[in-house]
């Protein structure tokens, strides 16, 4: 309760910073500013923000991503997950990063069980939130991998994984689904993907993306700006999270951007198309963003 008070307070003092400074915030202490939707905030307000925003929808958030996609997330969630092939050439080490409650987690365990007959593949999911971590191990208590060094839950910061806990050159597969544009800064999670993948390992984002067809992308510009924070505010009572999502898509970079991201982190991706670094889902709607470490 108290955490959601000082959330809205600061939630609603950054939206009176901005407002009186036509649209510029007040001298942030380190300088330094980051994007919070539409809206540019101190760099260090960011993180307290972004926690407010899944402590706020946390018990509603897998319900209202069935409600909101029609259940179509859950296809892209597949889609990227099949793409993996996790298991395919035995078991892996994986890193689930923004893992939240656990949804590619517990498909990538499924995907190898189910294909390879894999029962050594583990994934650590890493979160920020202690809560959403709650609610994956939540959900893992009714599976198979609960109580099993398949799956173990680590809050840490995906700018900053504590080299003693995530060493270097450990994980042959580090995943990241719709948690990225959440970081602060986005170089900073590609910097500790590449450290703590072993050479040759992956590193694979699912983000929503830029939709090339103009009248697709004015529909759903439409049911983003209008439905998707109007559902949020009768079926999950928070507006304002919402309204924040749907911008924090909007002010993500493009997927040339994004993969260029990637390759200055080291990566090598494929050309720099649909189909080459990225791959597009439903039009850019969502795109899945691949790289491998190569040393
Ligand atoms: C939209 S949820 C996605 C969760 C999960 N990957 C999924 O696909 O359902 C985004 C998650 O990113 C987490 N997150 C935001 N910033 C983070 C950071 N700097 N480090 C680690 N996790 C972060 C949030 O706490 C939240 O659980």
Redesign the pocket.
């Known amino acids: 309760m108290l955490a959601r008070a000082l959330y809205r307070i600061r939630w609603h003092r950054s939206s009176i910073l901005v407002r009186n400074n036509h649209m510029q915030t007040s001298r942030p202490s380190s300088g330094r500013t980051a994007s919070f939707g539409f809206r540019t905030v101190p760099e260090e307000d960011k ?1 307290f923000l ?2 407010g925003v ?1 402590d706020s929808i946390v018990s509603t958030y897998d319900q209202m ?1 069935d409600t909101l996609s029609f259940g179509v997330h859950r296809l892209w ?1 597949d889609t990227f997950v099949d793409s993996l092939k996790p298991g395919r050439k035995g078991p892996l080490r994986c890193i ?6 656990g ?2 987690a517990l498909r990538i365990l499924d995907h190898a069980r189910e294909k390879y007959a894999d029962r050594e593949t583990s994934v650590e999911i ?4 202690a809560q ?1 971590l709650a609610e994956g191990q939540k959900r893992f208590k009714k599976t198979m991998y609960h109580y099993t060094p398949q799956v173990s839950f680590h809050e ?4 900053e994984l504590p080299s003693s806990q995530f060493k270097d050159n450990t994980y042959d597969l580090y995943t ?4 990225v544009r ?3 800064s986005i170089p900073a999670v590609l910097k500790e993907a590449h450290r703590v993948l072993k050479p040759g390992a992956t590193f694979a984002c699912l983000e929503f993306s830029k939709v090339g067809n103009p009248l697709l992308s004015a529909l759903y510009d439409q049911y983003s700006f209008n439905v998707i924070p109007f559902l949020g505010a009768i079926l999950a009572g928070d507006r304002d999270s919402y309204q924040y999502f749907v911008e924090s898509i909007r002010t993500f970079p493009s997927q040339p951007e994004f993969a260029q991201m990637i390759r200055d982190a080291g990566f090598v991706t494929g050309g720099n198309h649909d189909g080459g670094a990225w791959t597009e889902l439903w039009g850019g709607v969502a795109s899945i963003h691949t790289g491998v470490k190569i040393m």
């Open positions: 993180e972004v926690k899944f991503n969630r689930d990063v923004a893992g939240g409650t949804s590619i890493v979160d920020i939130n959403m840490a910061n995906a700018q990241i689904a719709f948690g959440y970081c602060t």
